[in-house]
């Protein structure tokens, strides 16, 4: 559980921050990160934590969405729009689930929006998937700290499920050369591969964005390990050479 990581970006209203930290503890949850909260500390933060201060006082105060997740192996984003989004998308059993399976590898996070505006879709293209609570279509939106609860609580259903005498251990195959790349080294990826795009002019006059949010989809579902990502960076930085020799000879 220590590995399943709480983020709540943007949050609005203290009283929300407290009231998660409260659903997170009941549920055996401890690790929480804030990405630039509107206010806090807070003493409505406290109030509403009632039991589940140290929960609070542990949560690690960050600036920016990437900074909480760099470690991260899989990350997913909780959305209440079910409409589509550029990522795969999980209910919420299904989402507890894959991230119980995947925290044996390395810290997993589940991300929250504002209560106001909810995740942007910048913040949505940085996730492996987009999880959604089946509410009714005409009004699907929870408030933050009620749709924290439902996901803590199913991914303590999906730990019971396993079974608590089975502790989450790292896989046994753990050569660290050959586990996916955490977000971080993604995202030093998605950087290097829309820069070697320029240098070999890929885009001719079509947006990046376009073709940078589907190579994304694409290193997202297909998850590659260190090893895989360092041969990707090997064949953009030779293509960026080539791209250079061609370009002086001229
Ligand atoms: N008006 C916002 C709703 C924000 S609610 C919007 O349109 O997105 C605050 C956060 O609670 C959301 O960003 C999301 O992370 C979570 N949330 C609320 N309802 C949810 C639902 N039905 N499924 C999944 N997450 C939900």
Do not use: W
């Not at 949850?29 to 206010?39: G, I």
């Not at 949505?124 to 924290?148: D, K, M, T, W, Y």
């Not at 990046?208 to 579902?221: D, G, H």
């Not at 990707?232 to 020799?245: F, P, S, Y």
């Amino acid at each position: 559980m220590h590995r399943i990581r709480i983020v709540l970006v943007g949050p609005q209203h203290p009283g929300n921050i407290g009231a998660a930290a409260r659903a997170m503890k009941t549920m055996g949850l401890t690790d929480m990160r804030l990405v630039a909260p509107e206010r806090y500390p807070h003493v409505d933060a406290s109030t509403m934590a009632v039991g589940a201060d140290d929960v609070l006082a542990a949560a690690l105060v960050l600036p920016v969405l990437a900074e909480a997740v760099a470690d991260c192996g899989l990350v997913l984003g909780c959305t209440a729009r079910s409409r589509y989004v550029s990522v795969p998308g999980y209910d919420a059993a299904q989402a507890a689930h894959l991230l119980v399976e995947q925290a044996g590898r390395a810290p997993v996070a589940l991300l929250f929006g504002r209560e106001r505006t909810g995740l942007s879709n910048e913040e949505l293209a940085q996730c492996h998937g987009a999880v959604h609570i089946p509410a009714v279509a005409e009004f699907s939106s929870l408030n933050l700290a009620a749709a924290v609860q439902v996901l803590s609580y199913e991914v303590r259903r999906a730990v019971l499920r396993r079974g608590e005498s089975e502790p989450l251990r790292p896989e046994p195959d753990g050569e660290p050369d050959e586990q996916p790349g955490v977000h971080d080294e993604l995202e030093q990826l998605f950087v290097h591969l829309e820069k070697a795009l320029h240098a070999i002019d890929f885009y001719k006059s079509r947006p990046s964005q376009v073709v940078m949010q589907r190579l994304r989809r694409l290193f997202q579902r297909a998850r590659p390990t260190r090893r895989e990502l360092r041969i990707v960076h090997g064949i953009l930085a030779d293509a960026e050479r080539m791209a250079r020799l061609a370009r002086d000879k001229v």
